[in-house]
């Protein structure tokens, strides 16, 4: 079992910046990929940003591209996701997930880490809400 806390959400003006985090518990972190995905209201769940566990493989969803950067503290067992540029369109619940990645799996698949099914754990997820 694995668990997950988002944290850092909250209301920002459009152009502005917010880091979010996510920290995990419970298992080898490393042994972890780790996903980025978002909910609007009346929207599907939304792939954002993938990261493979080393960190060696990162991936984007092309409406974040240039705004939003993945990164991973394996020594802190957390994940980030620095979302600057923010637009009204990027308001939503944003959630934190991750899938059982051992060493010697190929980490450069993209379909892994688009692909909600993947993962195994969600958190509660985080509200971001930016005003125009």
């Known amino acids: 079992q694995v668990h997950l806390v988002e944290s850092g959400g909250g209301l920002v003006q459009a152009g502005g910046s917010l880091r979010l985090s996510c920290a995990a518990s419970?298992?080898?972190?490393?042994?972890?990929?780790m996903g980025w995905f978002r909910q609007a209201p009346g929207k599907g769940r939304e792939f954002v940003a993938g990261?493979?566990?080393?960190?060696?493989?990162?991936y984007y969803a092309d409406s974040v591209k240039g705004r939003f950067t993945i990164a991973r503290d394996n020594a802190k067992n957390t994940v980030y996701l620095q979302m600057n540029s923010l637009k009204p369109e990027d308001t939503a619940i944003y959630y934190c997930?991750?899938?059982?990645?051992?060493?010697?799996?190929?980490?450069?698949?993209?379909?892994?880490?688009?692909?909600?099914?993947?993962?195994?754990?969600w958190g509660q997820g985080t509200q971001v809400t930016v005003s125009s």
């Open positions: 419970g298992r080898t972190f490393s042994d972890y990929a």
């Open positions: 990261i493979s566990r080393s960190g060696g493989s990162i």
């Open positions: 997930a991750t899938f059982y990645q051992p060493a010697g799996t190929a980490e450069g698949v993209s379909y892994y880490y688009t692909n909600p099914q993947q993962y195994d754990y």
